[in-house]
């Protein structure tokens, strides 16, 4: 539902939207039932769109208003002021108002300075592996690629992480499976056998030293290390009952996604199978109705659902079917070294692209408490408040003497949402003391603060040789 006490203003989408639609001012207007004059001061941002023209525009369009009156701006800002950051704009500083107001009026611009940078990065980050040969200027070269991580990231931010026809197939499956009375695992593998001649194996550590799943073409073998647990196996099972079924699915949307063959679309396929893997472990309509009767209790969802803390909190960034929406999570994943591997989310919390997270955000502290979970509400700069959850976790068995793969799992929402959660329970969530945090040190405008690793790239460094603060960088904060 709308607001009414808050004033949306949705110009740019209006006017993209109706573009896409390749209509009129006027033809949109007598679609809407409002006046020309009207539309063209919404699309200008100089009139709020109201209620009953946004159930007018998703009965006129099949939009759904919520999704419609989602705010992205704030992301969006987020990624462009971080661009900014870098010293390349050092001696030529764009201010913060200047970027709100780009994103408002032109978010396609904001996408292509996006990509422009990330092509730069690239560029850059190349010629410090191997410097190039620049001696014969004329010579055509290959324009740089952005890094297929980051587009297959991107894409997927884009679909809010929400691929409803991976849903839905994986939701009649899943009912085939349950039929045959089996735990899951062994479901998908006697699927695999009996329909699709590809049999799994559980493999010894002397096989499988280097991988823990492979796929043996050859010998139709879906091979799986000891070392992978069960909600492992069942997940690396169903990975691959994705590929054998669901094959023609996938390719056609990633290729819609991704138009261009190569590595972002091939990764891009991976993730949508991982995708179907976690949908048919955790149907959507069970798993939707489960997590809001529990209060969104993560290890009791992995529990009844044979699934591990991370498939689950994966798994919740998601629910975004109409009519049965879940809370909007996001995800992150950090080693103990503080570099993210994996980040999701169904809402707009502001990821750092280039960095890490911020050190007094307690996502790091699990490592010191392996399989605790710790909660923690945040507050970042502009004010924005944000509930946590955390855990550490292991992604396998881990032989003696090898160093163990851990990871830190962060699982968050806006504050406004903390309600429904079973973690927030006797908390006085009307007075929260939120602490302070920031995305990354470099993005990050508090002052005296004692985990700060680099000044603000935005702001200049003061050097006192007499004075020693709490920070160890002292910055203009005008």
């Given at each position: 539902?709308?607001d ?8 740019p ?7 896409e639609?390749n209509?009129?001012q006027a ?12 539309l063209?001061?919404m699309?200008r ?7 009953q ?13 919520r ?10 800002i ?16 764009v201010?913060?108002?200047?970027i709100?107001?780009?994103a ?6 904001i ?27 004329d010579?055509?070269e290959d ?10 990231r991107d ?7 929400h691929?409803?026809?991976l849903?839905e197939?994986?939701e ?16 998908i ?11 799994v194996?559980?493999m010894p550590?002397?096989?499988m ?30 990975y ?5 079924e ?5 390719d ?6 991704e ?6 679309r ?11 893997a ?10 939707h ?21 991370e498939?689950?909190?994966h ?8 009519g049965?929406?879940g809370i ?12 993210v ?5 169904s809402?707009k919390f502001?990821?750092s ?11 790091h502290a699990?490592?010191k408490?392996?399989?605790k979970v ?6 970042l700069p502009e004010?924005?408040r ?15 003497g ?5 990871f830190?799992?962060?699982?968050g ?8 959660l079973?973690?927030?329970?006797g ?7 939120p ?9 990050c ?12 790239l ?5 050097v006192d ?14």
């Amino acid at each position: 539902m709308l607001d009414e006490s808050k004033k949306l203003f949705v110009g740019p989408r209006l006017k993209r939207l109706r573009r896409e639609r390749n209509l009129s001012q006027a033809g949109m207007a007598e679609e809407l039932g409002i006046s020309p004059s009207y539309l063209n001061l919404m699309e200008r941002n100089q009139r709020p769109i109201t209620a009953q023209v946004l159930i007018r525009l998703a009965h006129a369009y099949s939009l759904d208003p919520r999704e419609f009156a989602t705010d992205d701006h704030e992301r969006s800002i987020s990624e462009i002021e971080e661009i900014f950051t870098d010293p390349l704009f050092r001696n030529g500083p764009v201010s913060r108002h200047e970027i709100r107001e780009l994103a408002e009026s032109a978010p396609t611009v904001i996408d292509a300075i996006n990509r422009l940078y990330r092509a730069y990065v690239g560029m850059r980050s190349a010629g410090e592996i191997a410097a190039p040969n620049v001696s014969d200027r004329d010579r055509a070269e290959d324009a740089p690629q952005v890094n297929p991580i980051d587009r297959v990231r991107d894409l997927i931010q884009e679909a809010k992480n929400h691929f409803p026809e991976l849903d839905e197939a994986a939701e009649t499956l899943a009912s085939d499976l349950q039929l045959t009375g089996h735990e899951p695992f062994f479901a998908i593998a006697d699927r695999l056998r009996a329909k699709h001649g590809i049999r799994v194996r559980v493999m010894p550590i002397d096989v499988m030293s280097d991988n823990l799943r492979r796929y043996d073409h050859h010998r139709r073998q879906l091979l799986i290390s000891e070392l992978v647990d069960q909600s492992g196996r069942t997940f690396q099972a169903a990975y691959q009952l994705a590929f054998a079924e669901m094959r023609e699915a996938i390719d056609t949307l990633a290729a819609q996604l991704e138009p261009t063959e190569g590595a972002a679309r091939r990764l891009l396929r991976v993730s949508l199978a991982n995708y179907f893997a976690g949908a048919l472990m955790m149907p959507y309509a069970k798993f939707h109705a489960a997590a809001e009767a529990l209060g969104y209790d993560v290890e009791v969802l992995a529990a009844r659902f044979g699934a591990s803390f991370e498939q689950v909190a994966h798994r919740l960034t998601t629910l975004a079917r109409p009519g049965a929406r879940g809370i909007p999570f996001f995800l992150v994943r950090v080693d103990s070294a503080g570099n993210v591997s994996k980040r999701f989310s169904s809402g707009k919390f502001p990821f750092s692209q280039y960095g890490g997270t911020c050190p007094l955000w307690n996502v790091h502290a699990t490592f010191k408490t392996p399989e605790k979970v710790v909660t923690q509400i945040v507050e970042l700069p502009e004010g924005s408040r944000w509930f946590s959850v955390a855990r550490a976790v292991s992604r396998a068995s881990t032989p003696w003497g090898l160093p163990e793969r851990q990871f830190a799992v962060g699982l968050g929402c806006e504050l406004k949402y903390a309600h429904r959660l079973v973690y927030a329970r006797g908390l006085d969530l009307s007075a929260p003391d939120p602490t302070p945090i920031g995305i990354n040190c470099r993005l990050c405008e508090r002052a005296a603060c004692p985990q700060r690793a680099a000044p603000p790239l935005m702001h200049a460094l003061i050097v006192d040789e007499m004075t020693r603060g709490i920070s160890p960088f002292t910055f203009d904060v005008t």
